[in-house]
Nanobody, 122 residues
Framework: QAQLVESGGGLVQAGGSLRLSCAAS????????MGWFRQAPGKERAFVGY????????RYADSVEGRFTISRDNAKNTVYLQMNSLKPEDTAVYYC???????????????WGQGTQVTVSS
């Protein structure tokens, strides 16, 4: 009951912006911390950032700090990833995930979306 669907990915030029959305169908969305992760070809899935269940706390990977912002709207069962100043190295499949605890560890997340491709051209 915590099914997640990402959207908003696509092709963008370096320096541009993109906003990803993650819509949750589960009725207990507001009880979960939500994380964003990304995976580039040949690499491990990596932490991007998270937001607490009520949106009061956020944390980001050093590689995206200052450029990406995570927010959520519990009334809409949706979490967002605003990506600014995009770089080619941001190219990856982006996933949202739900956890009952606030964590940056991939294996601690219970539910995952299908992913959305983000490609940043130089």
């Amino acid at each position: 009951q915590a099914q997640l669907v990402e959207s908003g990915g696509g092709l963008v030029q370096a320096g541009g912006s993109l906003r990803l959305s993650c819509a949750a169908s589960g009725r207990t969305f507001s009880a979960y911390a939500m994380g964003w992760f990304r995976q580039a070809p040949g690499k491990e899935r990596a932490f991007v950032g998270y937001v607490s269940s009520r949106g009061g706390s956020t944390r980001y990977a050093d590689s995206v700090e200052g450029r990406f912002t995570i927010s959520r709207d519990n009334a809409k069962n949706t979490v967002y990833l605003q990506m600014n100043s995009l770089k080619p190295e941001d190219t990856a499949v982006y996933y949202c995930a739900a956890s009952r605890v606030l964590t940056s560890i991939v294996d601690h997340y219970d539910y995952w979306g299908q992913g959305t491709q983000v490609t940043v051209s130089s």
